[in-house]
Each structure stands twice: as structure tokens, then as C-alpha cells.
């Protein structure tokens, strides 16, 4: 049973993708909030507008879906989406046209 409960297509990655206004001070503020707010619920910055979270199933990540669309901001586009760990860890990584080795996986430890 265990084998199952940390299988590579049970365990999920939730990617949140957005793209906000910072014209005005009211707006950066809007913006930096909402970083705040996926950073304060275990979400890492990927890339400057992307941040992801490792799940150890899909109800998991469905609560953080959950929680993400209760703190989105006002204004922008915010994209989510949930890709199990195999399909996460086919992901290439380029820098300046070489290839990178993906970030270490890990297992994230919840106490709830």
C-alpha cells in the first residue's frame, strides 16, 4: 500500500501561471499580496510568474486549487494546473541553450 501512496502518478504538481498589472502603487501591492499568498501556502517560485507546489495526491492539490482561487487578485491573468509527478519530471530545462537538470524531487512533509 504504501508503494502506491507515493507513486510518481499519484503524487501531483500544482503550477500556478500569472501574468498581473504593476502600473500603479494599489496594483504592485495587489501583486505582491498575491505572491505573498502562494509562498504562505507552500508554493515555490519557479520562474518570476511561476510558482509550483509538490502535492503527495490529488486531493491535496485540489485543496490548494481551492485556496489559490479564494486569494486571486482583482486584476491579471492567473492560469493554474496540475501535472502528476511523471509527467513533471519529463520536464527539460534550458539556460543560455544548455541544458539544466531538473530541481531535486522531493517529498514535502504536511501536518495537518
Known amino acids: 500500500m504504501s508503494e502506491d501512496r507515493f507513486s510518481e ?9 500569472f501574468d498581473l498589472p504593476t502600473e500603479t502603487k494599489k496594483e504592485r501591492k ?5 505572491r505573498k499568498q502562494l509562498i504562505k501556502d507552500g508554493f515555490v517560485m519557479f520562474q518570476f510568474s ?5 502535492c503527495p495526491s490529488a486531493e491535496s492539490a485540489e485543496m490548494h486549487i481551492r485556496r489559490v482561487k479564494c486569494f486571486l487578485p482583482p486584476h ?17 530545462l534550458f539556460y543560455a541553450k544548455k541544458e539544466q537538470e531538473p530541481p531535486e524531487m522531493y517529498i514535502q512533509l504536511e501536518l495537518f
Do not use: C, N, P
Not at 502518478?9 to 500556478?16: A, D, H, K
Open 50 to 54: 511561476i510558482y509550483v507546489r509538490h
Open 9 to 17: 502518478y499519484r503524487i501531483m504538481w500544482v503550477l500556478v501561471f
Open 76 to 92: 491579471g491573468s492567473v492560469g493554474l494546473l496540475t501535472v502528476t509527478d511523471k509527467q513533471f519530471s519529463k520536464m527539460e
Open 30 to 34: 495587489a501583486a505582491a499580496d498575491f
